[in-house]
């Protein structure tokens, strides 16, 4: 989701089909997104949303909400 050397943000899995991945983000205004979706297996896609709205450092933990 971020091209090499743009500054991103460890997005952590918490639950759902992608349990336990990080994946890098791209913040929005200096802050992790809202909502990201994530590439599974084959053309399966899950949305993710923060689990808590204040998050700190470069790192946010990110719940499952549905496939899409």
Do not use: F, N
Not at 47 to 66: I, K, N, P
């Amino acid at each position: 989701m971020s091209e090499p050397g743009e500054p991103s943000i460890t997005a952590r899995l918490i639950d759902g089909p992608l349990s336990g991945r990080q994946i890098a983000v791209l913040p929005i205004e200096g802050r992790p997104p809202k909502t990201i979706d994530v590439d599974g297996e084959g053309d399966a896609q899950s949305r993710y949303c923060l689990a808590d709205w204040e998050q700190y450092g470069h790192s946010a933990v990110y719940t499952y909400l549905y496939e899409v």
